[in-house]
């Protein structure tokens, strides 16, 4: 392998673990680093010129291959931009960046004749975006699904085995460092949403804009809901997923009820686990560290290697030549889709009160196919309905229609039930 120079934007948790990394290999030269705060004490030496101006690394025309970790969309945006018009190679774990602005980014790359390579993007340390582009290629995806945010996953875990609340499990996420300072991104699903808008793109070859993606978060599950899920036979997951539809594509950010039997609700902890559903391959799942200083490098790194090692080919070029499309993928009506649900109501405490909820949901056509009367709270009672798989329009319709009667004191939670065989109508 030549020697190849690199540069780097951002020296936190991921940029950290680069600079571990690259030491390892004396063919790439890590030149130069940005940082937002030179007077920060850092757990690593780079070894190179650090500075607080990150357009001295992308004006360096030595540098062919642009690291960037800095996150978030501005200014990491126009600096990969940048980046790409004087023709380096970019490496990036920024999902954000790509979802918002992956057409035009890939475009321009084509343009130019520059790679963008992305597999920390999604599940960090899991080396799921090669499996897709390169393991997977002569198969047609129908489906790529899965736990994809390894703080949300450690709250819910956190929640199911301990018993704890939403806010305890999101304090400790926040003590360990799995969450963020503001969470935001993380629990109300925006860092899920990205993440489907990149699969979206590798296996159907167009991104999804995040704001056309229906997203729900985790902060409206509680330990009852918990506790109805696992006497059911389910864990609550928040399950990303992206699905071929016959005319376009499903994609969808949801907590959802995941049978015990079934693969996704052993993964536990900050791990993601991810399920493809290929034409020829079948179904196949993937699980490890979504998130992590020395995993998320693992990713970035093995991303330089891998350019590195093609850059002096003849036809590098044509041989990293993304499929991926200059448009926005267009997608199915989220009412449209369809799953059985997990429906809780607090209820007043009187009789009748289930042959109306009956007649509701009959009336929306949501067949019901269990509902149970569960501990007398406050003086109500707490309702739990298990539907056959219905279109999420009738359900939302029907909890509508309950909410203007005066047997409900609250909605309580709606969730669907995970299942391989959701999808949209017609689809
Ligand atoms: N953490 C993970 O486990 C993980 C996993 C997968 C993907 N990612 C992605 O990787 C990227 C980096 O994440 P991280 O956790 O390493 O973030 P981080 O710890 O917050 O580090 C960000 C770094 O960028 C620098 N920076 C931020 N704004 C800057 C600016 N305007 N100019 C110069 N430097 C700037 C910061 O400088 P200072 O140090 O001076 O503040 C810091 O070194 C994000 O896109 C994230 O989504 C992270």
């Known amino acids: 392998m030549a020697r190849v120079v690199v540069g780097m934007l951002g020296l936190g948790t991921v940029g950290t673990g680069v600079v571990k990394l690259l030491s390892n290999h004396k063919h790439l030269t890590l030149k130069r680093v940005a940082v937002r705060?030179?007077?920060?004490?850092?757990?690593?030496?780079?070894?190179?010129?650090?500075?607080?101006?990150?357009?001295?690394?992308?004006?360096?025309?030595?540098i062919e291959v642009l690291i960037e970790v800095m996150g978030g969309e501005?200014?990491?945006?126009?600096?990969?931009?940048?980046?790409?018009?004087?023709?380096?190679?970019?490496?990036?774990?920024?999902?954000?960046?790509?979802?918002?602005?992956?057409?035009?980014?890939?475009?321009?790359?084509?343009?130019?004749?520059?790679?963008?390579?992305?597999?920390a993007s999604v599940a960090g340390g899991v080396p799921l975006i090669s499996t897709i582009q390169k393991g997977l290629e002569a198969n047609q995806i129908a489906s790529i699904l899965g736990i994809l945010?390894?703080?949300?996953?450690?709250?819910?875990?956190?929640?199911?085995?301990?018993?704890?609340?939403?806010?305890?499990?999101?304090?400790?996420?926040?003590?360990?460092?799995?969450?963020?300072?503001?969470?935001?991104?993380?629990?109300?699903?925006?860092?899920?949403?990205?993440?489907?808008?990149?699969?979206?793109?590798?296996a159907f070859g167009n991104f999804v804009k995040p704001d056309n993606i229906f997203r729900r978060g985790i902060t409206h599950i509680n330990s009852v809901d918990l506790e109805h899920a696992r006497e059911f036979g389910y864990r609550i997951k928040l399950i990303g997923r992206a699905d071929r539809q016959k005319d376009n594509v499903a994609v969808r950010v949801e907590p959802c009820l995941v049978p015990i039997s079934h693969p996704l609700a052993s993964v536990s902890g900050s791990n993601n686990g991810i399920v493809v559903n290929g034409h020829a391959v079948g179904e196949l799942m993937m699980v490890g560290p979504g998130a992590g200083e020395l995993p998320?490098?693992?990713?970035?790194?093995?991303?330089?290697?891998?350019?590195?090692?093609?850059?002096?080919?003849?036809?590098?070029?044509?041989?990293?030549?993304?499929?991926?499309?200059a448009k926005w993928q267009e997608v199915t009506s989220a009412?449209?889709?369809?799953?059985?649900?997990?429906?809780?109501?607090?209820?007043?405490?009187?009789?009748?009160?289930?042959?109306?909820?009956?007649?509701?949901?009959?009336?929306?056509?949501v067949s019901i196919q269990s509902i149970i009367q569960r501990g007398v709270a406050d003086q109500g009672a707490s309702v739990v309905v298990i539907t056959q798989p219905v279109e999420t329009g009738r359900i939302e319709s029907a909890i509508a229609a309950m909410k203007s009667e005066d047997f409900l004191k609250n909605t309580g939670t709606c969730l669907a039930i995970f299942s391989n065989k959701n999808g949209a109508k017609g689809g």
């Open 335 to 365: 009412d449209q889709w369809i799953s059985p649900y997990y429906l809780r109501l607090e209820v007043e405490d009187h009789p009748g009160v289930i042959g109306k909820i009956g007649s509701i949901f009959g009336a929306n056509q």
């Open 149 to 202: 945010n390894g703080t949300t996953n450690f709250i819910l875990s956190q929640m199911e085995e301990k018993g704890e609340s939403f806010e305890a499990a999101l304090a400790k996420a926040q003590a360990l460092g799995f969450a963020e300072a503001d969470p935001t991104s993380d629990v109300e699903g925006f860092d899920v949403a990205y993440k489907v808008s990149i699969l979206a793109a590798l």
């Open 74 to 119: 501005k200014p990491a945006l126009d600096l990969i931009v940048k980046a790409i018009e004087s023709r380096k190679h970019v490496v990036t774990a920024n999902k954000e960046v790509l979802a918002k602005h992956g057409p035009d980014l890939f475009k321009l790359a084509r343009e130019k004749e520059v790679a963008i390579f992305f597999e």
């Open 296 to 325: 998320t490098a693992s990713a970035v790194v093995g991303d330089v290697i891998n350019l590195a090692t093609a850059l002096r080919l003849q036809d590098f070029a044509s041989y990293f030549h993304s499929a991926i499309g």
């Open 37 to 62: 705060d030179l007077g920060k004490e850092r757990t690593v030496d780079p070894g190179c010129h650090v500075t607080d101006n990150p357009e001295e690394v992308v004006n360096d025309p030595e």
